[in-house]
């Protein structure tokens, strides 16, 4: 399976874009919080990391 | 919660999409979509796109982690070809290749059909062995084996996968395009499509026989003996021949051949069974009108025949039932046990290990049986069922990963050196360390990266026998090793007496040595080198300090009492106090 690439992520307050798979890996490390929040232009509004999808690869506790 | 799995289901039941239509839309395999279904994985988003497209929907309905997403009334049923094109993505050639096969199905099955055709009447013309297409096609049955201390069997892409005792590199397994896999009891044997025998911890002369052998259409593992035949009804045996289970070797006219522990059966062209080597004092193996396969352990003997009925010999032991079972397509037998595999994929136990007994009941959907002396495993197609004693952890084949059993350490030795009782022994390729455990005190242990371990003497006790054990410590693809242990009896010397002769002394002098690199090391093995070097816990203060790691692992920031690469003799490093620090992990 091959990831998208693209830089599309944007984490609030970080200015900098991140690929799904940088993306996924920085939550799963948990340098992202569950609160943290990410957006892409597809989304069109700011979300929590655990009202997503990916809160599936918060570390477990 | 993962809502999601719930949702992809809910929307592809609605309109009425099968698992692998939705899979070809996303240009992934079915049983990868599986996993996102059943919750086991997430979709990416770029993946999670197609599919909100695909399905008329915001692409944040999928990516929300919540129960409720949007379904629209549909009035009539559809067929999965329904506008699928409109939805591919775009590098999805593979799902492509896929529709233009659906689309033009009957063509293909056509064409197929008139290939099968030409394939038989030229088939029904030639003059062939009987066993001409073994070769060409794996039987569930020959998928999965087992020794008394490892398991191998052939995954769905006919590539062999094996776990447990790995001394011998019985289970250093390299090959695909197998059709049948057997183990004897320290090596693993495999057949591929083309008729062609390997092996791996077989002695090199064997090794070297086997790979010579041509057109192998079957083969069988004793104990410690291959036998074989090629597509011609010729037998070729190679190994052990202590009991003359070789003794059919250069037979011809054969159709058939079966191994046990230290036997040999052929079944001649004519139907006639013979027999060779040990069979609990037997000279033969009584009447049947075709054998289709045996399993033996050290009291057992299965006979499957053709009829799916079961037939069995003991060496000693009397049991008070018959085993009745009916419609089997695979045997295998432990020490105390027979088991049974039946064509609708349930396991059957006969004579007392009620325990094995118990357990299989929950297993369905087997396709191969297989048995050590003391355990039995199955294999479903997806993972291996195991019940009995796992010893060698010999159950933990997997799909997801192969793993090789890291061989035993040799030469394990036991010195006393001045102050110190060493331990070393010879390296083994691909440890990454090893854990040298001794009974002594309240038990000592430790994790040392090298081939040696200085343990301080005053810890034993003159004249007691103490079991030192070290075992090879593998990692990823490397599981550790069976551990080696030696005895090891402490004497003290006794001092000599003072000489008045004018012998000169001998002072002995410490050989000093480097130290690692300290810091960046990670905690963990920051605190395994210094155990190796004898440190002990009142030497040491460890300190958390406020900064965050960057990863999993705390690494170490900074240390005082020894420094990187300082040289130092044993001595003086057992006389030092050492702090160090190290990062905090966070959720830690």
Sequence with gaps: MILNKGKIWHIQNDNTAYSDEELITMIKSGKLKADTRITNRDLKKWIRIKDSIYQFYLPKL | ?588
């Design chain 2, 1 to 588: 919660m993962n809502y999601l799995a719930g949702k992809l289901l809910k929307l592809r039941k609605h309109y009425n999409y099968s698992q692998r239509f939705v899979a070809d839309v996303l240009g992934i395999d079915v049983l990868e979509y599986m996993g996102f279904e059943n919750g086991r994985d997430v979709l990416h988003f770029a993946q999670l796109k197609t599919l909100a497209r695909f399905y008329h929907i915001p692409v944040s309905e999928l990516f929300y982690n919540r129960p409720d997403v949007t379904l629209y009334d549909i009035s009539n049923t559809h067929t999965d070809e329904l506008n699928i094109e409109y939805f591919l993505p775009k590098d999805s050639k593979w799902a492509k290749i896929k529709l233009f096969f659906k689309q033009h199905l009957y063509w293909f099955v056509g064409a197929f059909g008139v290939l099968i055709i030409l394939f038989f009447v030229l088939w029904l013309a030639l003059d062939k062995p009987d066993k001409i297409f073994l070769a060409l096609e794996t039987q569930d049955r020959n998928r999965l084996d087992a020794s008394d201390t490892s398991v191998v069997y052939i995954d769905n892409n006919g590539v062999v996968k094996g776990s447990g005792d790995n001394t011998n590199g019985q289970l250093n397994l390299d090959y695909d395009d197998i059709v049948k896999v057997e183990e004897g009891s320290t090596f693993t044997v495999v057949l591929n499509s083309s008729g062609q025998l390997d092996s791996s911890g077989l002695m090199d002369r064997h090794a070297e026989i086997i790979r010579k052998w041509n057109n192998i259409v079957d083969f069988a593992c004793g104990d410690g003996h291959i036998i074989a035949l090629d597509a011609s009804g010729k037998v070729y045996c190679t190994g052990d021949n202590m009991y003359g289970q070789c003794d059919f070797n250069g037979f011809e006219g054969v159709k058939d051949v079966f191994a046990t522990d230290r036997g040999s059966v052929i079944v001649e062209n004519d139907g006639s069974i013979a027999v060779s080597g040990e069979f609990f004092g037997r000279s033969s193996l009584g009447n049947y009108e075709n054998i289709q396969d045996l399993d033996s352990s050290d009291t057992l003997l299965t006979i499957l025949q053709s009829d799916g009925s079961v037939d069995y010999y003991s060496s000693g032991r009397n049991y008070n039932d018959v085993p009745f079972f009916n419609d089997i397509v695979d045997v295998a037998c432990g020490n105390d046990f027979i088991a049974a595999l039946d064509s609708g994929g349930k396991v059957h136990i006969d004579i007392d290990n009620y325990l094995i007994q118990e357990e299989v009941q929950s297993w369905e959907n087997v396709i191969a049986i297989a048995a050590g002396k003391d355990y039995l495993v199955g294999y479903d197609g997806q993972e291996i069922l195991g019940v009995g004693k796992n010893t060698y952890k010999q159950f933990e084949v997997s799909e997801a990963s192969t793993q090789y059993r890291l061989p035993a350490v040799r030469n394990l030795k036991a010195v006393v050196d001045g102050e110190f009782l060493t331990v070393q022994f010879d390296s083994v390729a691909n440890a990454r360390a090893y854990l040298i455990e001794i009974d002594v005190g309240t038990g000592f242990s430790a994790y040392v990266e090298d081939t040696i371990c200085m343990v301080d003497i005053t810890r034993f006790e003159d004249g007691r026998t103490y079991t030192i054990t070290v075992t090879a410590l593998g990692e990823g693809e490397y599981a550790d090793s069976a551990s080696e242990s030696i005895e090891f009896t402490y004497h003290t010397k006794t001092e000599p007496e003072p000489s008045e002769s004018s012998e000169p002394t001998v002072d002995i002098v410490e050989i000093p040595f480097a130290l690692d690199q300290l810091v960046g090391k990670t905690k963990t093995n920051f605190e395994i080198y210094l155990q190796g070097l004898g440190i002990g816990q009142d030497q040491l203060t460890a300190i958390e300090s406020e900064n965050i790691c960057e990863g999993e692992e705390a690494i170490i920031e900074s240390v005082t009492g020894i420094s990187d690469y300082e040289t130092v003799t044993r001595k003086e490093l057992l006389e030092r106090k050492i702090t160090y620090t190290y990062c905090k992990v966070e959720n830690s």
